[in-house]
């Protein structure tokens, strides 16, 4: 989901679904993680020399189709570029929503027409370009300059064939934290150091539903303890190597135990008024943010601009961040090289610079979208970074040690669509009245009958 996915983050996906909705939704408002959750471009044109996708005379101009906002104009890179290599001229075309970005893309990519010379590509949507359209795309670990150590080793398989076929370099990713009110936590008992605070549930989401017991015992009247059930239950899954699809590709959401561990743990905390009776990304969950209705969140690093975009003046500085139960990753992109573009060369060129360790602890600095490349975690953008929301709690290191720790996660082609049934047909029902496992059972239901569409 960029504000990207948000709405980066950079989520998410699949054509027109909620979730895919909710990213977009961030990315117009995040001003730190906006680079997660960029889309799909709209189509332009590919000419150089004084065409209308911002070419000049004598030079090359190299097209970008993305989603959202991946933040490399606003961070000054393009004209970084262009200062460095006058020949080329750089232009991006970009949707809003993924939503209407995606569905275009495979599009394109099925009759290897109208394609841009760069694509971005969603992290939700990864793994069904990687099995289905390799074959119309670069293998970018071979371009001059890419260093596969660079980056993440999880990000990296992410967008890499089974047989060694790497088609996309990650832009950005979501490592999660917890981002809590100090003020409610202070009021209800608890301890408001970040790391007192990450003792308390350490190494288990149960023991982070158990503190939400004891916020409840003493809380401020008309909060509670988590935003949302879907909050919960994204944050738990976030975390699991396997969740909706094994190494096989095969579905297993609704025989895999971990899945219905999760359901079941976010049900019960629903059940006991433990998460607000939100859904994510939604004008009535924003409302909760500006008018201090929870206590803790779910929060990867586009979270923070998402929590400023809604929160009042007097919101700054009381927030901090601790480290979660157990490290997951929501979030992050990647650009690929279509072989049909005009400028192939130049254009993977150009994404191998965009994605260099350098430049993705420069767009941190200045987007706040968290590097996906682990060789940026050293440099001064990122170990010295802080928010106005969150004081001078080190984001940074937070950040990039949840990022080294997150699992590799098995990521399927309809991962959103189950993801989405799961929470805005599952375990929202409960605080509706519903019981857990009619929540279950609806949710099931609306996720098969979609993954048979």
Not at 57 to 84: H, M, V
Not at 228 to 254: C, H, M, Q, R, T
Not at 311 to 334: I, R
Request: charged share 20%; hydrophobic share 35%; net charge neutral.
């Amino acid at each position: 989901m960029r504000a990207r996915t948000l709405p980066h983050s950079r989520l998410r996906s699949s054509g027109g679904n909620p979730i895919a909705r909710k990213a977009l939704v961030l990315a117009a408002v995040a001003s730190l993680g906006a680079g997660l959750l960029a889309g799909c471009a709209d189509d332009g044109d590919n000419g150089d020399e004084g065409s209308s996708s911002g070419g000049g005379k004598g030079k090359t101009t190299i097209t970008l189709g993305l989603f959202g906002t991946f933040g490399f104009k606003e961070a000054g890179l393009y004209a970084e570029y262009e200062k460095s290599h006058p020949n080329i001229k750089i232009a991006e075309n970009v949707t809003e929503r993924n939503e209407n970005y995606y569905p275009a893309l495979v599009n394109h990519l099925t009759t290897n027409s109208g394609l841009q010379d760069i694509q971005g590509v969603e992290v939700g949507n990864i793994a069904e370009i990687v099995s289905t359209q390799a074959g119309k795309l670069e293998d970018l670990s071979k371009v001059s300059g890419v260093n596969k150590s660079s980056f993440l080793d999880w990000k990296w398989a992410q967008a890499t064939t089974s047989g060694g076929q790497t088609i996309g370099l990650g832009t950005d990713v979501g490592p999660m934290a917890i981002c809590y009110r100090k003020d409610l936590f202070k009021a209800a008992g608890l301890p408001t150091g970040r790391e007192e605070v990450g003792k308390l549930w350490a190494g288990d989401w149960n023991k982070f539903v158990g503190v939400g017991k004891q916020y409840k015992a003493k809380a401020p009247k008309g909060t509670t303890f988590m935003d949302s059930p879907g909050g919960l239950l994204n944050a738990v899954l976030s975390s699991e190597k396997e969740k909706f699809y094994d190494s096989s590709g095969e579905v297993i959401y609704k025989t895999n135990p971990a899945v219905r561990s999760a359901f079941d743990l976010t049900a019960k905390a629903a059940e006991d008024g433990l998460v607000g009776a939100q859904t994510q990304f939604q004008p009535a969950w924003d409302q909760t943010i500006a008018n201090v209705k929870f206590a803790a969140m779910a929060c990867p690093p586009w979270m923070l601009g998402y929590i400023k975009g809604k929160s009042k003046p007097d919101a700054k500085g009381q927030w901090d961040v601790a480290v979660a139960p157990k490290s997951g990753n929501w979030g992050g992109s990647f650009l690929t090289v279509p072989k049909s573009g005009r400028h192939v060369k130049e254009a993977a060129e150009l994404a191998a610079w965009l994605t260099a360790p350098e430049q993705q602890a420069k767009l941190f600095g200045v987007q706040g979208s968290f590097p996906s490349a682990q060789a940026a975690y050293s440099s001064a953008e990122v170990t010295g970074a802080q928010n106005e929301m969150t004081g001078e709690a080190p984001i940074g290191k937070i950040f990039a040690e949840a990022a080294k720790a997150s699992p590799v996660q098995v990521i399927g082609p309809k991962d959103q669509i189950i993801q989405q049934g799961l929470t805005d047909n599952g375990v929202i029902l409960v605080t509706k009245g519903k019981s857990p496992e009619e929540a279950w059972n609806t949710a099931t239901k609306t996720i098969d009958n979609n993954l048979e569409k």
